[in-house]
């Protein structure tokens, strides 16, 4: 599955401020994550699992959708 790539790189100094690449969290969680919050389902009673289910649902819908578009409109 790919997951969108980092949504959050960085570089942040290391070791002897060595620059150190940081992925941080994937792009499909942070859309995840994004649809948790909006959709309201934690009011519904359904079980968490599902929720969590559906949300990546939603991300890996928005992932599909955002491949459609060329490089420069993402």
Known sequence: ??????????????????????????????FAAAAMQGTGLGATGMDQSTIAELCYELADAMLHERAKRPPWEK
């Open 1 to 30: 599955m790919k997951d969108g790539g980092p949504a959050f790189p960085a570089v942040v100094p290391g070791f002897d401020n060595e620059p150190v690449g940081v992925r941080g969290m994937s792009l499909r969680d942070y």
